[in-house]
């Protein structure tokens, strides 16, 4: 009778070195990823997309989130005069979370709080308009 192969010899202690490897591989993605606003550990800009599309694409449309909605402004078309202008994506940030937190009827306001509320802005300051600003003035580059 032969003995069975032994079950895989996978060192256990491999494993977690891998993953350690992956995760900071994603942080070094992450803060390169969006335009530069985001730096690990500040704005989620995949959270931040995600709740755009869930709390105000009914209302905005927006190129890079996919979103329909025409009761609001395109922000793409909102944003690309200041684009071009050269504001500061921190600014526009701020705009974008000004808004957030103090819009007038029919935009309700406080509709993403905290956290999100700062990743949603970051989100939408790091893609309006960028195309658009590119497509109008193509010797810039938009933060
Ligand atoms: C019920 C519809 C509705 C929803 C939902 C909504 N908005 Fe709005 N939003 C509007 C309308 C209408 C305006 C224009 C208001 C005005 O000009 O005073 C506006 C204006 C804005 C502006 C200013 C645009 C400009 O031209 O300066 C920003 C930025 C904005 N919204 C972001 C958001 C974000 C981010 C969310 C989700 C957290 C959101 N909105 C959800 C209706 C909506």
């Known amino acids: 009778m032969t003995p069975g192969r032994p079950l895989a010899n996978v060192p256990a202690v491999r494993r977690p070195a891998a993953l350690i490897a992956v995760l900071l591989v994603a942080g070094a993605v992450a803060g390169c990823g969006g335009a530069g606003i985001a730096k690990p550990g500040e704005a989620d800009l995949a959270n931040g997309k995600t709740l755009f599309q869930?709390?105000?694409?009914?209302?905005?449309?927006?190129?890079?989130?996919?979103?329909?909605?025409?009761?609001?402004?395109d922000l793409d078309d909102a944003a690309v005069g200041d684009r071009i202008a050269g504001l500061e994506p921190s600014s526009f940030e701020a705009l974008?979370?000004?808004?957030?937190?103090?819009?007038?009827?029919?935009?309700?306001?406080?509709?993403?709080?905290?956290?999100?509320?700062?990743?949603?802005?970051?989100?939408?300051?790091?893609?309006?308009?960028?195309?658009?600003?590119?497509?109008?003035?193509?010797?810039?580059?938009?933060?």
Request: proline content about 10%.
């Open 54 to 73: 869930s709390k105000c694409g009914s209302c905005h449309m927006l190129e890079d989130a996919g979103t329909p909605g025409t009761l609001g402004p």
């Open 96 to 143: 974008v979370r000004q808004q957030i937190d103090e819009a007038d009827p029919p935009m309700p306001r406080h509709l993403v709080k905290g956290d999100d509320a700062r990743d949603v802005a970051a989100y939408v300051a790091s893609v309006a308009g960028v195309k658009l600003a590119q497509q109008n003035n193509p010797g810039s580059t938009p933060q």
